[in-house]
């Protein structure tokens, strides 16, 4: 049964019929690089300014190599043109590698190694995004500061929710609407079957 599984696979690629999945880029530090991440000198001061002139919210995400949940993302989720079309207009989005050793500027003014930040941030999983006001007050850290924290792989609904809520501020909204309960709203607007 295996080998006619594989023969049949071996055909239809052959014919032409099987379809790939997106081959994505992977850097000389094994993490996945997409069109919309910035490579900046990792000072969070700065790329917050450059992220408000160009109309953008910031947002770090951190990764690590061999990560099957960021594969994931960079596979399956963020290729989908209706996300990465939303992050690439609305975000600045800064990668970070939780083991790397790239040094970095947090918010407070503190220069440290990536994977300092990370345990300075509590960071645990990966892929984590976090996303940061368009103003930070100077004894604040990435982490102190951020409005909506992302940890760990979800599907595209979820995903772009999320995108969505923080670019529309919607965390400043006094409706009793959190994050879940728009991203239940979206689901049921969606009316597609999908939980996510």
């Not at 594989?6 to 790939?20: C, E, K, S």
């Amino acid at each position: 049964m295996t080998r006619l599984i594989a023969f049949a696979a071996a055909a239809l690629t052959a014919l032409g019929l099987a379809t790939a999945a997106p081959a994505v880029e992977l850097g000389d530090d094994g993490l996945h690089k997409t069109d919309w991440m910035r490579d900046t000198f990792k000072d969070l001061r700065e790329d917050l300014v450059e992220a408000n002139a160009e109309g953008k919210r910031l947002a770090i995400i951190m990764e690590q190599r061999g990560c099957v949940y960021c594969t994931k993302m960079h596979e399956e989720v963020f290729p989908q043109p209706v996300l990465a079309d939303y992050i690439r207009e609305n975000f600045f989005v800064v990668q970070m590698n939780l083991h790397g050793d790239t040094e970095i500027t947090d918010f407070d003014g503190e220069a440290l190694s990536e994977k300092q930040a990370a345990r300075k941030w509590g960071m645990l999983f990966t892929p984590t995004i976090l996303f940061l006001p368009e103003e930070v007050a100077e004894d604040q850290t990435a982490a102190q500061s951020a409005v909506a924290v992302m940890p760990g792989a979800f599907g595209l609904g979820t995903t772009i929710d999320m995108f969505t809520w923080v670019a529309e501020k919607r965390y400043e909204l006094d409706n009793g609407e959190d994050f879940q309960r728009y991203h239940a709203r979206r689901i049921q607007e969606r009316d597609n079957g999908s939980t996510d």
